[in-house]
């Protein structure tokens, strides 16, 4: 199974912010639409890094509510874990639990293609298993 699955299920929409925009305007986003991280952009919508949840928590510990006016740039985590849509859901679980981390955007030639988080990859393994057991049961019964 690769990543491409996960995403003809959920859907290809990632929610993106300029680097330039402030933590404030990220957490507000996040909020809107009930995700944990963003996609920040630079110039050209060039991927510059991405804005977690984690992140605001780090640099509120640090820097108390002044955070909130600093740019997105200053907290983001601007090393970014990729994968592809080739990309196989173990080797992507895999990549997420020694890296520890929750959500990896999906590049199809250098351009955004998607972003699956651990959410995703937990529900996709809950319906294999699902599917697996159903698959035991009719056999076991001669359905």
């Known amino acids: 199974m690769q990543v491409q699955e996960i995403l003809s299920k959920k859907g290809r929409e990632v929610v993106t912010i300029s680097q330039d925009r402030t933590v ?3 957490l507000r986003l996040l909020h809107e639409r009930g995700i944990g ?6 110039a050209g919508d060039a991927l510059a890094g991405i804005f977690s949840e984690r992140d605001v928590v780090r640099a509120i510990g640090v820097h108390g509510a002044s955070a909130l006016a600093m740019p997105i740039a200053q907290v983001m985590s601007s090393t970014v874990t990729t994968c592809t849509e080739a990309t ?3 080797s992507l679980m895999s990549l997420m639990t020694e890296r520890r981390i929750r959500h990896v955007p999906v590049l199809d030639d250098g351009a955004l293609a ?3 988080s651990i959410g995703d990859v937990v529900k996709w393994r809950v319906d294999e298993l ?4 159903r698959d035991l049961i009719e056999y076991v019964t001669a359905r």
């Open 24 to 26: 404030a305007d990220g």
């Open 37 to 42: 991280a963003l996609v920040v952009t630079a």
């Open 88 to 90: 196989t859901i173990d």
């Open 114 to 116: 998607g972003m699956i």
């Open 130 to 133: 699902e599917n697996d057991k």
